[in-house]
């Protein structure tokens, strides 16, 4: 059984430019979450995605986006790069008709702006 | 303000030697409390989900306790490979995921 998986594993990027990442969900869910974490710091929701629409958004900026495919992996966009949003993004998935509010975490992309 | 505070930052412990990780909390309308343990640079890895005080979930070495107010992580007789980094988080209106800002345990052997 397939866990959630992302890529690219390290991205190294400079103020002002665009990333994009991606992800996979665990086999069998639905609903792909973001988070961001900072070092030393617990993850922050970014955003989430459920049939390929954003269904709940967290406290950042319009310069992070995200899209949802029908094959319900996803992609986190960041446009104009700051060096604040270095950090370990994580991509986490669930079912959303499970029973309870389980999500299942990703290796993570550990992105540095320099 | 829903929140979410995790105690001590740090803890120190030898083979064995058994203690326990707060996790405080306020929220109105708790919908789930969740444990998940963090290796340094890898995912947060998935393991309890409490709903109700009284509560309790067991899996090896560790118990996951609620109340209406805190949570508890037990680690009984650990061992080096428990050694990572102990997060808490409860779900807020939808599925959003609030994290505190986790427990570093070492264990020594």
């Known amino acids: 059984d397939a866990g959630v998986t992302q890529s690219p594993t390290h991205l190294i990027k400079t103020r002002g430019q665009q990333v994009t990442l991606r992800c996979s969900p665990k086999?069998?869910?639905?609903?792909v979450s973001w988070y961001q974490q900072a070092l030393g710091q617990g993850p922050q929701f970014i955003f989430q995605?459920?049939?390929?629409?954003?269904?709940q958004r967290g406290n950042f900026p319009d310069r992070f986006s995200g899209h949802q495919f029908p094959n319900y992996s996803s992609e986190l966009n960041v446009n104009a790069l700051l060096l604040g949003d270095s950090a370990l993004y994580l991509c986490?998935?669930?079912?959303?008709?499970?029973?309870?509010?389980?999500?299942?975490f990703g290796p993570g992309t550990r992105l540095t702006v320099t | 303000e829903d929140q979410v505070t995790q105690s001590p930052e740090a803890l120190r412990l030898q083979e064995g030697e058994s203690s326990s990780l707060n996790c405080s909390y306020t929220?109105?309308?708790?919908?789930?409390l969740f444990w998940y343990r963090q290796d340094p640079g890898k995912g947060p890895e998935f393991l309890f989900t409490?709903?109700?005080a009284g509560e309790e979930k067991e899996k090896e070495r560790l118990k996951a306790t609620l109340t209406k107010k805190e949570s508890f992580l037990h680690i009984t007789a650990p061992k080096p490979e428990d050694s990572a980094t102990y997060l808490c988080?409860?779900?807020?209106?939808?599925?959003?995921?609030?994290f505190g800002k986790g427990t570093t345990l070492s264990v020594s052997s």
């Open positions: 086999s069998g869910h639905d609903t």
């Open positions: 409490l709903y109700s």
């Open positions: 988080a409860f779900n807020q209106a939808g599925t959003a995921l609030i």
């Open positions: 929220v109105s309308g708790l919908r789930g």
């Open positions: 995605y459920y049939e390929e629409e954003e269904r």
């Open positions: 986490a998935s669930r079912v959303v008709a499970a029973p309870g509010y389980e999500q299942y």
